[in-house]
């Protein structure tokens, strides 16, 4: 879902000589929004939830691609469908990364433990 951030109408936006050591990106979006106004649009910037593709989740966690469609598929990863496609919210991403490492944390523990401390 998009959440507009900010509206700029084209009589508002003039040109200054403040932008210099922008970062490329923030340059790139005022040229783009200068570019804009001078031919008489209004600009609208918003935000969007970055979505990942099973594939793109699988690497992040070394895991198959494959792996990730079925958890998807058991309800245990939420993504939403485009079109035949599965596409997973990044918050969505983290949530389930973090529940695989405290998973991983609390199954290793004692391992970890008797390796450092040996048995005692």
Do not use: C
């Amino acid at each position: 879902m998009s959440h507009p951030l900010a509206t700029f109408d084209p009589d508002d936006i003039h040109d200054s000589a403040t932008d210099a050591g922008l970062p490329a990106w923030a340059q790139l979006l005022v040229d783009q929004v200068r570019e804009a106004a001078a031919s008489g649009q209004t600009v609208t910037v918003s935000a969007q939830e970055r979505m990942l593709t099973p594939e793109q989740v699988g690497r992040r966690l070394n895991m198959h691609r494959s792996t990730i469609v079925r958890k998807v598929l058991a309800g245990e990863i939420r993504a939403v469908k485009v079109g035949n496609r599965h596409r997973i919210p990044y918050s969505e991403f983290q949530r389930f990364r973090d529940s695989v490492l405290d998973t991983l944390a609390r199954v290793s523990g004692p391992d970890v433990e008797t390796e450092l401390f040996g048995d005692q």
